[in-house]
């Protein structure tokens, strides 16, 4: 039978590529590749879509993340909290930016950061913290803000995998004082290579972040600061300026098929065969991913690959159990709902384009492989 992938990205470029081949084609006629009209376009563009002051373009969501914390002063020295359930691209940003993460646990049902650990873990040095909004719905980043601010810290947001998601109405990547979000092809708005956005209200951030992601210039052959190199370029800002038009309705497509997932999925969860994602009050959930829990996880994931099914596992190990970060010093066991989490989790099949009769084949597959 015909794979079902776990993303299917071609079914995205042919609903765009009639519009953007003459956008492309434009681009390659003047050779305007970097810091080309698409790009300040795309920024103003998704910054209206957010309600946000600034977007600053750069060249994918772990600089973008660097970036934001540099760009708000923070570094040597300095203690950034963040969850230990996240991709490692949280942990690496904290480290390239100069600070050193401190691991927190997340909520059970949701698997975002839980926020009294959060609390108890700001101490003297505590710089930032990062809430990570995850699979598609924002963190509870209104009950960070208060600790964070007794501490003299700031919120920096991980918006990654939650564009368009919203939080009692208000855009995830707009509370805190800066966020980094991804427009890797996979997310919910993906370009077709790596590229990545910082988000902010304040002017000065915004100004700084993109003199960082230019070597550190405001002026060509200027230095005023040590700067990286991460630039969105204009063939990128091309095919994201098309997708943005279509994210509202995209999303709502993810929410019909998790809904459908949802029904389709009642019966496993009412056996305890498994657990179906818990949706935090006040959030609109986008879908960047459909995780479910389930026993014995590594044999089901195989299963369903041998079947054709394209699941899987975000993020099969944490970042305190990743050999890179084995200096925090966190042993096993420090954090259990992330552990026990890591090796039970497992992502359906869910993109806009995704049949009901696909879903319907997923979740047979499934059944058969927990049997």
């Known amino acids: 039978m015909t794979p079902i992938p776990l993303v299917d990205l071609p079914a995205q470029h042919q609903e765009i590529a009639a519009e953007i081949e003459p956008a492309l084609a434009e681009v390659m006629r003047t050779g305007a590749f970097i810091g080309g009209k698409p790009v300040a376009l795309f920024e103003q563009e998704y910054a209206d879509f957010l309600g946000i002051s600034h977007c ?8 973008a993340l660097e970036i934001a914390l540099r760009a708000l002063g923070i570094g040597t020295g300095d203690e950034v909290v963040l969850p230990a359930n ?64 007794a501490a003299g810290a700031v919120v920096v947001e991980d918006a990654a995998q939650s564009q368009g998601a919203t939080r009692h109405g208000r855009h995830a990547g707009t509370f805190g004082a800066a966020a980094g979000t991804s427009f890797y ?81 009642a019966e496993l969860a009412a056996s305890g065969a498994v657990t179906t994602p818990v949706v935090l009050p006040g959030n609109t959930h986008v879908w960047h991913l459909y995780v479910i829990e389930v026993d014995d996880r590594d044999a089901v994931l195989e299963r369903l690959h041998g079947a054709g099914v394209g699941a899987g596992s975000h993020y ?56």
């Open 185 to 265: 092809p996979g997310k919910n708005l993906g370009a077709y290579g790596d590229a990545g956005a910082v988000l902010t209200t304040s002017a000065q951030v915004a100004a700084a972040a993109r003199t960082i992601g230019n070597h550190g210039s405001d002026r060509k052959y200027v230095h005023g600061r040590f700067g990286v190199n991460s630039r969105l370029d204009t063939l990128q800002a091309v095919v994201l300026r098309a997708k943005l038009a279509r994210l509202a309705a995209w999303n709502t497509a993810r929410a019909a098929a998790a809904a459908r997932y949802g029904e389709l999925l």
């Open 56 to 63: 600053v373009g750069v060249g994918n969501g772990t600089d």
């Open 86 to 149: 996240t991709f490692i691209a949280t942990a690496e940003a904290v480290v390239r930016a100069g600070a050193r993460p401190v691991l927190v646990d997340v909520d059970p049902a949701t698997y975002l950061i839980d926020p009294a650990a959060a609390a108890a873990a700001i101490g003297a040095r505590t710089a930032a913290v990062i809430p990570v909004h995850l699979y598609g719905q924002a963190a509870p980043v209104e009950e960070l803000l208060p600790a964070a601010a």
């Open 316 to 371: 099969p190990v944490p970042v305190h159990r990743q050999e890179a970060f084995a200096d925090l010093g966190y042993a096993a066991g420090a954090f259990p709902v992330s552990e026990r989490s890591a090796r039970r989790i497992l992502s359906l099949p869910l993109y806009p384009q995704i049949t009901a009769e696909q879903q319907t084949r997923v979740v047979d597959e499934l059944r058969k492989a927990l049997r």
